[in-house]
């Protein structure tokens, strides 16, 4: 129902925009979350968006760099990533979250599939 598109190789430095559409279910009353996992590393929390897109919340790593947004009317969220570095290697995952905390993975009740993005240095 979430899929998670726009993941790929990339160079340091470079900018991306991650997408996060949404099949078989409108999730325009949902706030949402992405999330990242990277080889042997715990899932971390990234950004969330409320679900109406008017408030965002990011990772305390994130610094700037990244920036959620969620369309309603197209049932997509986004996450723009700028300037990546190749700590921002890992699988990101979009989620559906249903109440409580926008930085606990166990909020969401609805995930994507993950995609891979790898920076190159």
């Known amino acids: 129902q979430l899929q998670a598109l726009g993941g790929g190789l990339v160079q340091a430095g470079d900018s991306l925009r991650l997408s996060c559409a949404a099949s078989?279910?409108?999730?325009?009353?949902?706030?949402m979350g992405w999330f990242r996992q990277s080889p042997g590393k715990e899932r971390e929390f990234v950004a969330a968006?409320?679900?109406?897109?008017?408030?965002?919340y990011y990772a305390d790593f994130v610094k700037g760099r990244f920036t959620v947004s969620k369309d309603n009317a197209k049932n997509t969220v986004y996450l723009q990533i700028y300037s990546l570095k190749p700590e921002d290697t890992a699988v990101y995952y979009c989620?559906?979250?249903?109440?409580?905390?926008?930085?606990?993975?166990?909020?969401?009740?609805?995930w994507g599939q993950g995609t891979l993005v790898t920076v190159s240095s």
């Open positions: 989620a559906a979250r249903l109440g409580g905390r926008y930085d606990d993975p166990a909020q969401y009740a609805y």
């Open positions: 078989g279910r409108t999730f325009s009353s949902y706030p």
């Open positions: 968006v409320s679900y109406s897109g008017t408030s965002t």
